[in-house]
């Protein structure tokens, strides 16, 4: 989207014109919403913390200042929304699964490989559940949004420093989850059914080795 | 060469974000070819930044931006519904006041005649009785379709019964002023 273009939505919204907010959450939907599925997990709740997220983003947009980027300003109301929403959760969430006609398309992705992508998915969604918060906010804003150190740390309201060994810490801590699942796999214990995070990981360790970067959200 | 290991796998998160100089790139990839232990560390990272790399994205719901906007409105036209009724409260206590002037004239004939004066008593009572069940009302009506808003509504609506009290009490000195000239 145009930079110019945007702010003309953001100053018009801003003035109380309706349309012009519709046009931002059009913009705006699809990366506030992976953001709130990927620190949430469940998809049900990441659509519930992207309609509170655009409200909040409404009553707010009198204070946005627009010498910052509107959507580093979008997804730190979206960070600090699903933060609070974690903090109040009470009990485990149930994982539920995605249906495959909600992914979004992939350009470089064959059609076998759509089974490929929800296995993928659900390793993903096991390894962030295991992050602590600040971990997995960082990991997401750098993957799923492909943003700087800075902005990073402009939404997570830290320093450029504290994001760089944050994010390595969450890196590091993703790499000893996965040894560990690997380790706690005893050949006497009974097997699940399903592949388990450990022997996912691996190969998606390997996999991964051979996947291309992809474009910026 | 004997750098701490914390620090060359800092410097290895560093890489998979293009975040080093070509320096520092250059020195990181000559330790890696003698240091097997930190090679293995970097295809791990490697492989755990790959897990992330292009990852799935989920497409939103397709009605979730039109959800939004009605809420949106729905939440607009209350504003304007209570920017309404702040008005009409406003107009209301205005028109009290200018009754309120020619009955204070009256309250000297109220002294001379105490059963006129208790009528007035009983009459003022019964209306701050309604007007306490009115209160009472839209507190239960704020509850009952204003879920988790309720309390701001609330705290709203005592803002504004202060406001009205205040403004009243002035207007009322200020009119007993130029009655008493
Ligand atoms: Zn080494």
């Known amino acids: ?217 | 060469m004997n750098r701490p290991h914390e620090e060359i796998s800092q410097q290895i998160s560093l890489a998979l974000d293009g975040a080093l100089s070509l320096e520092e790139e250059r020195q990181l990839r000559a330790h890696l070819q003698e240091c097997p232990a930190c090679a293995t560390l970097w295809e791990e990272m490697r492989g755990v930044s790959g897990l992330f790399e292009r990852p799935p994205l989920l497409a939103p719901p397709p009605l979730l931006a039109a959800r939004v906007m009605r809420r949106i409105e729905r939440r607009e036209r209350w504003r304007a519904w209570m920017r309404r009724l702040a008005v009409s409260l406003l107009v209301l206590i205005l028109l009290a006041m200018v009754l309120a002037i020619p009955l204070m004239g009256l309250s000297t004939l109220a002294v001379n005649h105490p059963a006129l004066s208790q009528a007035v008593f009983r009459a003022l009572v019964r209306a701050a009785e309604i007007a306490q069940a009115l209160w009472l009302g839209l507190g239960i009506l704020a509850r009952a379709f204003l879920g988790r808003g309720e309390w701001l509504i609330l705290a709203v609506w005592l803002v504004l019964a202060v406001a009205a009290g205040v403004g009243w009490m002035r207007l009322l000195r200020r009119a007993r002023r130029i009655v008493a000239r």
């Open chain 1, 1 to 217: 989207m145009g930079g110019d273009q945007e702010l003309v939505w953001v100053v018009k919204a801003q003035q109380g014109d309706q349309e012009a907010f519709a046009r931002l959450v059009e913009a705006y939907q699809v990366p506030v919403y992976n953001l709130a599925y990927r620190m949430l997990g469940v998809a049900t709740e990441a659509e519930d913390a992207t309609q509170e997220t655009f409200l909040r983003v409404y009553t707010r947009l009198k204070t946005y200042d627009p010498s910052r980027k509107f959507s580093s300003w979008i997804l730190s109301i979206a960070s600090h929304y699903c933060v609070d929403r974690l903090r109040r959760r009470r009990g485990a969430v149930s994982m539920e699964e995605v249906e495959s006609w909600r992914w979004m398309a992939d350009e470089g992705l064959a059609p076998e490989d759509k089974a490929l992508q929800r296995e993928r998915d659900r390793s993903i969604r096991e390894v962030l559940a295991t992050l602590p918060e600040p971990y997995r906010l960082v990991i997401i804003l750098r993957y799923w949004h492909n943003l700087s150190y800075e902005e990073i740390a402009e939404i997570t309201d830290s320093t450029e420093s504290a994001v760089k060994s944050r994010l390595h810490r969450a890196r590091q801590a993703v790499l000893e989850g996965l040894n560990h699942a690997l380790e706690g796999q005893h050949p006497l214990e009974e097997r699940k059914e399903e592949a388990s995070l450990a022997q996912r990981g691996r190969a998606l360790l390997q996999a991964s080795l051979r996947r291309p970067r992809r474009e910026p959200l």
